[in-house]
């Protein structure tokens, strides 16, 4: 959701206070009705926006923020944290975006965490309905068969009694004590690979997210984070121009 002024600068119309000037004067109209508030804000890939009558085209190029982090143990997914705990915000210094995690790993999960100001990609990125596949790496304890493998293959009962969908599995290497097996899963239940894991009886050591869709954790160190590349940036909205499929009504919310 956008301010209005905001929506007709970036997609050039005026500046932003021309653009107000242009709303107070009541010349825009939103799914037809006038609105003359600059801060009323509207999902601009949602709503049919006219200004003098003619339709604004929204830029799907509006500047958005993708960012990748390689998380470390120790750190929450939250922009905040009630606890006062350290959060992936204390590893990356920005003050003039406002981020927030795609999905979540848990505080002693590492690997692959994007950030992003764009709403319409995280929602692609982690709702089920969209099957992003997620890749980790887990180092269990003990060696699990093929029949374990299967298992998790095949699908396994979670706590909260929902059966997790069909995964692709494959073993690493194995240690001896311990050994480390690769799972891609289309979904991202709270600490769904853990309980996977679980319930073949072999429990999770640690765990790391190495690939999100298209995007790879490649040798970003743990604790460091830079800007999605052109390539992986284009990927990203082209998952997030599919949720535009699913959204129909304009909501107002101001
Ligand atoms: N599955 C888990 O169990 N933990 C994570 O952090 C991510 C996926």
């Keep these: 959701m956008e ?20 709303i107070k004067e ?25 200004v003098d009558g003619k339709p604004v085209t929204v830029s799907t190029c509006e500047k958005k923020t993708y960012i990748m982090l390689n998380k470390p143990k120790g750190y929450v997914s939250t922009v905040h944290d009630p606890q006062g705990r350290l959060t992936i915000l204390d590893l990356i210094p920005l003050t003039d975006t406002r981020l927030f995690p795609v999905g979540r790993l848990d505080r002693d999960t590492e ?40 298992q998790l293959r095949r699908g396994v009962r979670l706590q909260s009694g929902h059966m997790s969908s069909p995964a692709v599995v494959r073993l690493i290497k194995a240690y001896g004590s311990s050994a480390s097996v690769e799972i891609k899963i289309g979904e991202g239940r709270k600490r ?16 790391t ?30 998952m997030a121009a599919r949720s535009e499929e699913g959204i129909r009504s304009c909501k107002r919310i101001s």
């Design 3 to 22: 301010r209005l002024g905001k929506i007709l600068a970036n997609a050039g119309v005026a500046s932003r206070r021309a653009s107000a000037r242009i």
């Design 26 to 50: 009541g010349r825009v109209t939103v799914d037809g009705e006038v609105i003359r508030e600059p801060g009323a804000r509207f999902d601009p890939f949602a709503c049919q926006i006219r």
């Design 111 to 150: 690997g692959l965490l994007l950030l992003t100001d764009d709403g319409h990609a995280t929602y692609v990125l982690t709702h089920p309905r969209f099957g992003i596949e997620k890749t980790y790496v887990a180092v269990v304890k003990g060696t699990p068969g093929e029949d374990e493998l299967n």
């Design 192 to 207: 769904q690979v853990r309980e996977m894991f679980n319930a073949i009886g072999y429990p999770v050591k640690s765990l």
């Design 209 to 238: 997210r190495t690939h999100l869709g298209e995007l790879s954790i490649g040798d970003l160190k743990v604790g460091s984070w830079r800007y999605l590349t052109q390539t992986e940036e284009s990927w990203v909205r082209k």
